[in-house]
């Protein structure tokens, strides 16, 4: 099974709306990573939270890490029409370098 | 600054024919690694290289073989295509333990 999960599979929103998309992990890690694909396009690096951090803010981004629950939240904020895309998280296992795992990621439809 | 660089973007092949799909970065990263993504299933990995003159094999690495030319240029070869490597192919690196840095991709389809 897969080592990152995010949760919803689809999120559909209007424009200006917040945006929240959850991933759950099982197995200790040592950073945690989100990534944006626009359809047929490769995937952007958004966001990185190590083990130690608890939140971290990007532009209208905020990520969240509870390693207790072994779970993170990507929240964007004030959505547009442009972050229509899939989303996913990737797991740095603390164990095995070199093995980030991708879960299947959330598809995010912003509606203008 | 052009990232990463993969070639083909698109290729076709008939069951059996042989292709190499050619990853270059400019970033000096350490770190390359080739990754199928299929509809539903996220990203798996195939192959990675942790360094120049290393290669080991990630989740579904039957059927690719891999060489790490140097420590820019990272090639996956597929020797017999078959229809279930039908894919789309991405080339990634990264420093250390940082973010990845993705190539376009190479949408190949196998009939």
């Known amino acids: 099974s897969q080592q990152g999960e995010e949760d919803p599979q689809a999120l559909s929103i209007q424009e200006g709306e917040n945006a929240t998309m959850n991933c759950s992990y099982k197995?200790?890690?040592?950073?945690l990573q989100w990534y944006r694909q626009n359809s047929g396009r490769g995937l952007v690096h958004l966001i990185l939270i190590r083990s130690n951090e608890r939140e971290k803010h990007s532009g209208r981004l905020r990520v969240t890490l509870d390693t207790s629950k072994k779970s993170s939240s990507l929240l964007i904020t004030a959505s547009r029409a442009a972050d229509t895309a899939s989303y996913f998280c990737a797991t740095d296992a603390a164990t095995s370098y070199d093995k980030v795992i991708f879960g299947p990621g959330t598809s995010l439809s912003v509606i203008p | 600054n052009a990232g990463v660089t993969q070639t083909p973007k698109f290729q076709v092949l008939k069951t059996g024919q042989s292709m190499t799909l050619q990853c270059a970065q400019d970033?000096?990263?350490?770190?390359m690694y080739w990754y199928r993504q299929d509809p539903g299933m996220g990203l798996r990995l195939i192959y990675y290289?942790?360094?120049?003159?290393?290669?080991d094999k990630g989740e579904v690495p039957n059927g690719y073989n891999v060489s790490r030319l140097n420590k820019r240029e990272f090639s996956l070869r597929l020797e017999s295509a078959a229809p279930s490597q039908t894919s789309v192919y991405f080339c990634?690196?990264?420093?250390?333990?940082?973010?990845?840095?993705f190539g376009s991709g190479t949408r190949l389809t196998v009939v």
């Open positions: 990634a690196s990264r420093l250390d333990r940082g973010g990845y840095t």
């Open positions: 290289s942790a360094s120049e003159g290393t290669t």
């Open positions: 970033m000096n990263h350490n770190s």
């Open positions: 197995t200790s890690i040592n950073n």
